[in-house]
């Protein structure tokens, strides 16, 4: 049993009162760690029975991500690509999806999978442009849309393409980029959202978890979702729940910080010549430079200092990649973008170290 939060609370307050067990004398203010595979038998409905099927700690967390996204309920999962396994899974596998031309790499990968193994069509659009993913959408299951979208920040227009989406057509938004602080895709007509709670959410590199959050409106589809956790068994561990709960506490100051920080860099590197094209979507603190080739770009990686070269995104810790390092990344990406997680470092420190490094590549 949980407080429930007032609806009137701002995100800033939920993130940090959601999610917390019953004010009772002496109980802990946070929802401690359950590690229990078993339960004990006797009640005459059976709460939660097995660990496969649920964890107090999970239920903190869904109730905590449902109230930052004003979702009527949420499902945890072992990753984000758990959690995008459990939607294919819930709807019909040889129906019809639309998948931005850029998106997750794993879920791209994901829905080639289940069109080669049960024939689910999949047609790809460029989420910027609403009217192509109105037309694609016709006689569609679900539009499947990331915005800002990875690794190419295009930004699709969330409100016009829920507006216009054919009767029976679910919309789902992953929402990893933005976060629920600085976009809330139900509140503009989106089925579902879909978290890697491994990045933002839980803020420090040190776990994997996924999120899904429905509105009322799909209470099926979210009870196929969680038969989907069940039986595939893509469960959240307890401690990675515990960590992504705990992060969402903090996850509105990381955010301001980085964005603040974020705004900044992108003034700064707008002026530098080696820069060609910086692409910022004007708000969060994910962007991508496009410098000349691979190996300026390598060039630049190689003489940062405090900037941590790594892929994944989202942590207190300012992180970037040059994308096509992958051979699987689309040749449509240019050689030379680099994708930059901005974090909460002080921002003299990170210009810093990104102008010098810059400056050495020009002598
Ligand atoms: C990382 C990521 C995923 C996959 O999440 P995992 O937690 O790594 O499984 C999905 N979508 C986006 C936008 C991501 O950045």
Known sequence: MQNDPSPSWKPETLAVAAGRPDRLPDAPLNQPMVPASTYIAGQETELIGYGRYGNPGWTALEEAV????????????????????????????????????????????????????????????????????????????LVWIESPANPTMDVADLA????????????????????????????????????????????????????????????????????????????PGVL???LVLRGIRTLPVRVRQAEANAKVLVELLSGNPLVDRIRYPGFGSMLAIELPDAATADGLIDKLRLWVNATSLGG????????????????SVPEGLIRMSVGVEHIDDLATDLTRALDSLRH
């Not at 839980?202 to 979210?222: E, I, K, P, Q, W």
């Not at 207190?316 to 040749?331: A, C, G, H």
Request: aromatic share 4%; net charge negative; charged share 20%.
């Open 66 to 141: 449902a109230a930052l996204e004003g979702g009527a309920t949420a499902l945890a999962f072992a990753s984000g690509m758990a959690a995008a396994a459990a939607v294919l899974a819930a709807i019909p596998a040889s129906g019809t999806i639309v998948l931005p031309q850029h998106c997750y790499l794993g879920v791209a990968g994901l829905a080639e999978e289940y069109r080669r193994r049960h024939g689910l069509s999949v047609r790809t659009v460029d989420i910027s442009d609403t009217a192509a993913v109105l037309e694609a959408a016709v006689g569609a299951d």
């Open 160 to 235: 016009a393409v829920s507006a216009g989406l054919p009767d029976g057509c679910l919309l789902l938004v992953d929402n990893t980029f933005a976060t629920p602080l600085l976009q809330q895709p139900l509140q503009q007509g989106a089925d579902v959202v879909l978290h890697s709670a491994t990045k933002f959410l839980s803020g420090h590199s040190d776990a994997l978890c996924g999120m899904l959050v429905f509105t009322r409106s799909v209470d099926d589809l979210a009870g196929r979702a969680r038969n989907a956790r069940k039986l595939h068994g893509a469960t």
């Open 240 to 242: 990675e729940s515990y």
């Open 316 to 331: 207190v810790e300012s992180t970037l990649e040059r994308r096509r390092r992958w051979p699987t990344e689309l040749p």
